[in-house]
């Protein structure tokens, strides 16, 4: 298992991307899943970065990714806010412009790519687990 | 990531080259918003450079085409969405609400 630590910023997006981007082309994955599993991780980091870090000075949160039978599995812990990903409204995409909800698009982007999303809150802080399932 | 603005009889075109993500949507929005300051509200948002995109740009996308709807005085249109970025937007749903073309130059002759 492969574990980094990012400060808190948006600024590193991209090294959060390449970093998964990395672990699943070591793993085997098609280019099309590695698109997949940067964006779905660029989506979870995004959302600690926005709302469970926000106003916290000098907020850091770890990444992790272990491949292990056919799955990568990438986890997100933070020490910031928590909050229930079920009471974050499913956005309408079958809705005209003018009703189009700009919010909870991240987390639906992440359920739709990867083949699993938990949202577990535990001692050692906020976690989401994203796995992706090879083939 | 960079935008460059090319100037038509009809529209402008919105080129972007490299990542749109939480950290550069800022800057995509405020270059589409000055082109809507300016009263341009018909646009092409070229993406045949564009290597990614996450939901902070379809936000980006969506409040732009809101804008230049109103009143029908315009619309933006997409041109070259690059395989993975239009997957990523079909998911989301936002292929509904955009007119998309192969080229960009063809998008600009449908204005």
Known sequence: MTALTFPAKFEYLDEIRDFVGEQARASGFNEKDIYCVQLAADEAASNVIEHACE??????FELTCDFKDDRLVITVIDHGKSFDPSKVAQPDIEADLSDRKIGGLGIFLMRKLMDEVRYEITASGNLLTLVKRKG | MEVTIKEFKHCNMVSVIGHVDSSTAPQFTRALDAQMDKGVFKLVVDMSAMEYMSSAGFRALLAAQRNCKRYNRGEVFLATVPDRIREALELAGFTELFKTYADP???????
């Open chain 2, 105 to 111: 130059l063809e998008a600009v002759g449908n204005f």
């Open chain 1, 55 to 60: 106003g916290i000075p000098n907020a850091s």
